[in-house]
Every structure is written in C-alpha cells, then in structure tokens.
C-alpha cells in the first residue's frame, strides 16, 4: 500500500488531518513531495469527509515515485475503507 490511515473521533465539528512521511519514504524532497500530494488529494475529497475525525495519512515505501492519480485512489481507498466517505466518484 501506498499509505496508511489512523483514525480517531476528535468530539468537535471539524475533521482535522495531518499527514506523515518517514525517512523510509525517501530523502527530505521525496517526502515533502509525498506529503504535498496526500495533501492536496484530500483538499479535493475534503466536503465528502465525514465530519468529527481526526485522521492521519502515513506515506509509505513508494510513495515518493507515484504519480498524482495513484495517491488519489490510495487516499480515496483507505478513506472508503475507514467508512468515512461512501465512494470515490
């Protein structure tokens, strides 16, 4: 997998994100490349979000070399997945 999610209620209106990227994702440019893609995917799915949740995306191995449109369905993926958005359409 290109990134993981964790989860967890935050008890106030807004969903808050962050987003992480380790020494094992690749050197400082690779994972601020990482980081600013997961970004900007969930900037676009942001209003579809449940709201409520504190999530936080972790790039991992790889995902400094894939290309917009493959972190877009990992980000949409896993929050499908975390049951906090119905579908990626």
């Given amino acids: 997998p290109l990134l993981v999610l964790v989860v967890r209620a935050n008890c106030s209106p807004p ?3 962050g987003f992480s990227a380790s020494r094992q994702v690749g050197k ?3 994972r601020s ?3 600013r893609l997961m970004r900007e995917n ?3 799915y942001q209003n579809r979000i449940d709201k ?3 999530c936080l995306f972790v790039a991992r191995h790889g995902a400094a070399e894939a290309s917009f449109d493959q972190i877009d369905e ?3 993926q896993v929050l ?3 049951q906090l958005m119905r579908d990626c359409k």
């Fill in 28 to 30: 400082a440019v690779a």
């Fill in 33 to 35: 490349r990482a980081k």
């Fill in 42 to 44: 969930v900037r676009s």
């Fill in 15 to 17: 969903s808050r994100f």
């Fill in 80 to 82: 499908v997945r975390a």
């Fill in 52 to 54: 409520g949740w504190d």
């Fill in 74 to 76: 990992a980000v949409c």
